[in-house]
């Protein structure tokens, strides 16, 4: 089992950078494939980004993709989702989640067996 605790939302504005963080509990993190997903009020969480177990493959939704980049350190038991150039479309509550078992890069909610609690971005216009 694993716990996920993220961090780094916060108050931006349009054109700015984040930099979120998902700190994970327990000594097979190398293990699992991760991602990000998000979830703006009354809308479906949404894939935004993963990368595998190793690193070495990363994906990315398209609404994302060139301006957000998902990254790990196995090391440090954590995952990073650096998000440049931000829009106002891109606030909602960002969430991290560890899958495993052949998801690698998987866009799927329901793949994903562990989730956070979240960290809420806002982006002003």
């Known amino acids: 089992q694993v716990q996920l605790v993220e961090s780094g939302g916060g108050l931006v504005q349009a054109g700015g950078s984040l930099r979120l963080s998902c700190a994970a509990s327990?000594?097979?993190?190398?293990?699992?494939?991760m991602g990000w997903f998000r979830q703006a009020p009354g809308k479906e969480r949404e894939f935004v980004a993963a990368v595998s177990w190793s690193g070495g493959n990363t994906y990315y939704a398209d609404s994302v993709k060139g301006r957000f980049t998902i990254s790990r350190d196995n090391a440090k038991n954590t995952v990073y989702l650096q998000m440049n150039s931000l829009k106002p479309e891109d606030t909602a509550n960002y969430y991290c989640?560890?899958?495993?078992?052949?998801?690698?890069?998987?866009?799927?909610?329901?793949?994903?067996?562990?989730w956070g609690q979240g960290t809420q971005v806002t982006v002003s216009s």
């Open positions: 989640a560890a899958t495993y078992g052949g998801n690698t890069g998987a866009r799927a909610p329901g793949q994903y067996k562990y």
């Open positions: 327990g000594r097979t993190f190398g293990t699992y494939d």
